[in-house]
């Protein structure tokens, strides 16, 4: 069966300083993959997707980047977080683009 | 713009009763939709779905209902259960496109 897997689960970080989210799925090859940010008063955010290695496609304009260096691992960063990037980020994953998306357990990240 | 609206942001439902849960879309190309659960701290978890062929869905207590012509679905929960409180999202795309989501509905059932 698939799973898949997000750390850390809660993270707080200074305005400025640099961040790193990972995550990773099991039991499937080839996924799309997904990062999300869901922020207070608000649904879900898309903030990027991948169809494959080394593509990443962005939806919203911001000081966040995502890379895919492996085939089932995706990674959120910034260089300097804003105190707007606080949120819930969530990683998801999908067969493809019609289907049914599946989620991780998320990172609640506070930038103070 | 937000394509993907749920316009109550909660809703509370006697144990036992029918709930249910709105939202309304403005792209006439969307042609599937899904609704979520969500848990305070945990991802999403899938629900339900439904093809824009179809009119209706079901999946024992859920259902999930497509008004293609007011752009309009809803999601009845019978018989609403307290382990049913969560948040539900709502969300819609056009195939082959991204996923869109809705603002969310916090459902408490009381016992």
């Known amino acids: 069966s698939q799973t898949i897997h997000q750390w850390p689960a809660t993270l707080v970080q200074p305005v400025g300083s640099p961040l790193s989210l990972e995550c990773t799925v099991e039991?499937?090859?080839?996924?799309?993959l997904y990062w999300y940010r869901q922020a207070a008063g608000r649904g879900l955010q898309l903030l990027f997707y991948?169809?494959?290695?080394?593509?990443i496609s962005s939806e919203v304009p911001q000081n966040l980047s995502a890379s895919r260096p492996q085939d089932r691992q995706f990674i959120l960063s910034s260089k300097k977080l804003l105190l707007s990037d606080s949120g819930f980020y969530l990683c998801?994953?999908?067969?493809?683009?019609?289907?049914?998306?599946?989620f991780g357990p998320g990172t609640r990240l506070t930038v103070t | 713009d937000q394509q993907v609206k749920q316009n109550s942001p909660s809703l509370s439902v006697q144990e036992g009763r029918i709930s249910i849960l709105n939202c309304d879309y403005t792209?006439?190309?969307?042609?599937?939709f899904l609704w979520y659960k969500k848990y305070p701290a945990e991802g999403p978890t899938f629900l339900i779905s439904?093809?824009?062929?179809?009119d209706k869905n079901e999946d024992g207590r859920f259902t999930v209902f497509l008004n293609k012509s007011a752009k309009h679905l809803s999601l009845h929960i019978v018989p609403s259960q307290p382990g049913d409180s969560a948040v539900y999202f709502c969300?819609?795309?056009?195939?082959?496109?991204?996923?869109?989501f809705g603002t969310g509905t916090s459902l408490t059932v009381i016992p």
């Open positions: 998801a994953w999908s067969v493809d683009s019609t289907y049914e998306q599946y």
């Open positions: 039991g499937t090859s080839n996924p799309n």
């Open positions: 991948s169809v494959g290695i080394g593509q």
């Open positions: 792209n006439s190309m969307f042609d599937y």
């Open positions: 439904i093809s824009s062929i179809k």
């Open positions: 969300a819609a795309s056009a195939r082959g496109d991204q996923f869109y």
